[in-house]
């Protein structure tokens, strides 16, 4: 049975819904990284970190490659990159315009 667009799209929204997966995808942004790479650069346990893994591999978004012990990330799709990218453009937009209506309240406020 095929999922509805809408529902592949809530769960590809709530793999992303976590700070460290966000985090993961922006160092892999950067190009591949190991496990190593990204324990030293993230504030998680191994364990915590291989659940985050576990959720953005299974959803498809990073690639997992195996080097003997080593594992290695990349980004599975360069679209992926043009979603964080998007991300940041809206938060940018949203933060203008926040900190328009704060200007406007403190005019209102000195009336």
Not at 53 to 61: A, C, E, K, S
Not at 70 to 76: G, K, N
Not at 84 to 109: D, V
């Amino acid at each position: 049975m095929d999922v509805p667009l809408y529902q592949a799209k809530s769960e590809l929204f709530r793999a992303l819904g976590h700070p460290v997966r966000i985090r993961v995808l922006e160092l892999l942004d950067d190009g591949p990284q190991t496990v190593r790479q990204l324990l030293d650069a993230l504030a998680v346990e191994a364990s915590g970190l291989s659940r985050h893994l576990t959720v953005l591999r299974g959803t498809g978004l990073v690639i997992a490659r195996r080097d003997g012990n080593t594992v290695e990330y990349t980004l599975a799709a360069g679209e992926v990159t043009g979603l964080l990218a998007t991300a940041r453009q809206i938060l940018t937009h949203l933060s203008l315009g926040q900190r328009q209506l704060l200007a406007e309240l403190r005019t209102e406020r000195a009336s």
